[in-house]
């Protein structure tokens, strides 16, 4: 029982880490603009779908063959690391520009629905591109289970958990020791103050959006070989995603990367016991934490002025 209990923490950690990537991506958009890109779980399917496309192209396979588990090596999945960075990189700017800039500042929610329909966009292009069929690709690390204290763990949840806390903790101090990190914060608090000492607000919350869609990009190409690429994987992940970042706090990047780990914990152990109340269990967390505390364990009280 104790490895079977181990071995759930580990995948917990695992998909949290996951939960914490596309969570801080909301922390990111929602402090430099007060706005959410509700298309978020479509860039994570196309992280993913991005991903398998270009292994497939450096093996000379066409888009409907399969990857097998000796075409996807280290070097070729990082150079679709690169490839998927760059693509939601450009992805997230055309998202600011057409789906969220027309309507910052003008009051109303307009940016909810147009980041929703950039997202269906994203949706239906990877349905008529790769089809419903979900993709199979196979992790580059092999699917030998390694034995960590009489605990089975996958390599590529190694691979997840080490990657995805490498560029987290990378992020928090770039956020909070460079000068870029303390720009972004300034445009946090104030936009018109940022301006006044010499901060090009727009380039860092085109900056902010581009960080944003690379996470979830990053969570998709990470978790594609542990579930499987598929379209419609997108909406469930960012929905625990963004309950992740209410349960540690939008508004801090750690609470964010707190609660993407405590729920992947939570559901992993919960599922264990009892796989029909992972949901239940992760939600009724997030409604006793928000009703004691409810800008969540570590975010700040958001003060109106008038």
């Not at 396979?61 to 998927?84: C, F, G, H, I, N």
């Not at 990009?217 to 963004?242: D, E, H």
């Not at 609470?255 to 993407?260: I, V």
């Amino acid at each position: 029982m104790a490895d079977s209990i181990l071995q759930a923490i580990f995948s917990g950690l695992a998909l949290g880490s996951i939960y914490a990537l596309v969570a801080v991506g909301f922390n990111i958009t929602f402090n430099t603009t007060k706005t959410l890109n509700f298309g978020q779980g479509e860039f994570l399917v196309a992280g993913a779908f991005v991903a398998v496309s270009v292994l497939l192209l450096l093996v000379g396979k066409q888009m409907t063959d399969a990857l097998l588990p000796a075409d996807v090596t280290l070097a070729r999945y990082l150079l679709s690391l690169v490839a998927t960075m760059a693509v939601l990189a450009l992805l997230g700017v055309v998202l600011y520009y057409a789906a969220v800039r027309p309507f910052v500042g003008q009051g109303g929610m307009a940016w909810v629905m147009s980041t929703i329909g950039f997202g269906i966009i994203i949706q239906n292009t990877a349905l008529a591109i790769w089809g419903p069929s979900p993709l199979v690709m196979p992790s580059p690390l092999g699917n030998d289970v390694i034995r960590i204290g009489g605990a089975g763990v996958l390599p590529q949840e190694v691979l997840v958990l080490v990657a995805s806390l490498a560029v987290l903790l990378t992020l928090d101090w770039v956020m909070r020791r460079t000068r870029l990190g303390k720009a972004v914060r300034a445009v946090a608090q104030s936009g018109n103050a940022a301006t006044l000492m010499g901060i090009n607000v727009n380039a860092i919350v085109v900056l902010a959006f581009v960080v944003s869609s690379s996470l979830a990009g990053l969570a998709g190409l990470l978790i594609a070989p542990i579930t499987t690429a598929s379209v419609f994987m997108g909406m469930t992940l960012a929905l625990k995603a963004f309950s992740s970042a209410i349960l540690g706090g939008l508004t801090s990047p750690r609470g964010c990367m707190l609660g993407g780990i405590l729920l992947g914990v939570i559901e992993a152990l919960v599922g264990l016991w009892h796989a029909e109340l992972r949901e239940i269990s992760m939600f009724l967390l997030i409604i006793v934490v928000l009703v004691v505390r409810p800008q969540g364990l570590l975010g700040q009280r958001i003060v109106e002025k008038v």
